[in-house]
């Protein structure tokens, strides 16, 4: 087969591109879940329209000065809540909202810049290049090694962390790599559903799982999963009834998710249901 | 493992004021005192969690330390079970976790969420948790929070059995400041400094608490008298003991206790 000519397809890069996304942010979700972190990705992805305008700006690579902004706003946070009077929802609530605004502020102030604001917020799956592709591949790639690097410490560290530590686990570095992670899967989402919607591409496959599974390995592979359904479901039905993909994907996993909880329990193992 | 001069502060208060203390190898050791005396702070700084702001902690080297927190709180979003916690501590065949917690009486939980276990049998779990990799030195955070005296008694009984089986010491944190570990060489009783140390008296060779339990089972009980020189204000302020108000200077010599102090 032509690959080379099959990827000339956008459709093809489309889907390839939402599935290999799914992949990594499907057993990410997993631990921001465990972890009550929702609000914290939300946080860190609407900052990822500022290191798009800096990215113009310095005239660097996009996808990387999204991950290095991202990365300076999470160490900021995890900063500022240790050493904050205020809530940490509060905090949270600032930065999420200022982030997005301020980027959106940026990119106008980029001459001779014209962006396609709705691209960025809402995702343009379709308009995925090959270059766009590689990239994405990239990062998932290192963000899925990472994540298994980091499985297990990271996992003690989510059960108990003052055990874990006692056990050995340097929480340091894992938190800054778990920092790194959820950069890179929201540089690498950002194209896929905009920076809006990337925590529901995290959270929803991993909420959704949970019924099912009985070990964290089984909650967080089968978020993947889920969230790869959601992707081929949503593209299909975007293009189906010309809805915008993005918030097509999001609906797909919405609608698993109720249908899920729908299951009566007897059809679901007797250890998940509780 | 030893405690020297250990100080620290937290936004402006002392917590722990020149704490100094040691376990020896096998030996059981309590920390008693009320709420608010540090006891978890001081456990936090001898497990290396915290620096201290003042003193230093001592260590033998490859020290093995099997630790159990106070509380376990796991969200319920995540499937674990007993056998999985467990598993991640040390990758142990199925059958050396069970039997580790068949030792401590909760062997039929292996396969329970470990959200849906009462306080007790979570205690339970987590002292087989800190079980296992053979411990040179056993730290219970509160190990019988919640339990009724004859449950505390029980739990104690294990523990001396641990103890006695395995070899290794027991260092207990707990907030009852009366009933105490039968068969404890040392109680320290800790309000932000060590207030007194001593040897604990035998529940059932102690007159006042046969007449209140007469027909109530106390072993691994034992009853700590205290014999302080001093009273603590509502913030934690050394006073004299015979009630004098603290501004009366002179009543004590150095009611900071510095090393000449008499208990």
């Not at chain 2, 529940?203 to 001093?230: C, I, K, M």
């Amino acid at each position: 087969m032509d690959i080379a000519g099959w990827l000339d397809d956008f459709l093809v890069r489309a889907v390839l591109a939402g599935l290999m996304v799914a992949v990594v942010a499907g057993p990410l979700g997993a631990f921001v879940v465990w972890r009550r972190m929702a609000y914290f990705g939300d946080t860190v992805s609407h900052s990822a329209l500022l290191g798009v305008a800096l990215g113009f700006l310095l005239g660097l690579n996009l996808n990387l000065m999204v991950t290095l902004v991202c990365i300076a706003i999470a160490v900021l946070l995890v900063i500022l809540q240790r050493y904050q009077e205020l809530g940490s929802d509060t905090l949270l609530g600032i930065l999420a909202h200022s982030a997005l605004s301020l980027g959106i502020v940026a990119v106008a102030f980029v001459e001779g810049l014209r962006v396609d604001l709705m691209a960025y917020l809402f995702g343009d799956i379709l308009a995925v290049g090959r270059d766009d592709l590689l990239a994405i591949a990239l990062g998932g790639l290192i963000a899925l090694v990472l994540l298994i690097a980091l499985w297990r410490p990271l996992l003690a560290l989510t059960v108990h962390e003052e055990l874990a530590r006692v056990e050995g686990v340097r929480a340091l570095p894992v938190r800054l790599g778990m920092m790194l992670l959820i950069a890179l899967v929201i540089a690498a989402a950002m194209q896929v559903v905009g920076v809006l919607l990337i925590t529901a591409l995290m959270i929803i496959p991993a909420a959704t799982s949970r019924r099912f599974a009985r070990t964290p390995e089984q909650m967080a592979i089968l978020a993947g999963v889920l969230g790869m359904l959601a992707v081929g479901a949503g593209i299909a039905g975007s293009f189906q009834w010309d809805t915008p993909t993005g918030p097509s994907i999001v609906v797909a996993a919405l609608l698993g998710f109720i249908l899920v909880q729908l299951l009566p329990a007897r059809l679901l193992p007797r250890f998940g249901t509780r | 493992m030893a405690a020297r001069e250990v100080t620290i502060e937290r936004g402006g208060r002392t917590i722990l004021d020149r704490v100094s203390m040691a376990v020896h190898p096998g030996e059981a050791a309590m920390i008693i005192g009320p709420n608010g005396a540090g006891k978890t702070s001081l456990l936090r700084v001898l497990m290396g969690l915290w620096q201290p702001d003042g003193g230093h902690v001592e260590r033998v080297a490859d020290l093995r330390v099997g630790y159990m927190p106070q509380r376990l709180q796991i969200e319920p979003v995540l499937p674990l079970s007993v056998y999985r916690f467990l598993r991640m501590r040390q990758r142990l065949p199925r059958r050396e976790l069970l039997a580790k917690l068949e030792r401590v009486g909760v062997g039929h939980l292996i396969d329970s969420p470990i959200q849906s276990l009462s306080g007790g049998e979570t205690q339970r779990v987590l002292l087989a948790r800190a079980l296992l990799g053979e411990p040179d030195l056993l730290v219970l955070d509160e190990p019988a929070q919640g339990v009724d005296v004859v449950g505390q008694g029980d739990v104690f009984v294990m523990l001396d059995d641990i103890r006695r089986e395995s070899g290794c010491g027991v260092l207990i944190v707990s907030h009852d400041l009366h009933f105490v570990m039968a068969g404890a060489e040392t109680v320290i009783c800790l309000n932000q400094h060590v207030c007194c140390t001593g040897n604990p008296e035998e529940v059932s060779q102690h007159p006042e608490y046969r007449r209140l339990f007469p027909s109530v089972d106390l072993r691994g009980l034992a009853v700590y008298t205290h014999n302080h020189n001093h009273v603590h204000g509502l913030h934690g302020e050394v006073r004299p003991l015979d009630g004098a108000p603290e501004d009366s200077a002179g009543a004590c010599d150095d009611p900071k206790h510095g090393p000449g102090c008499r208990h």
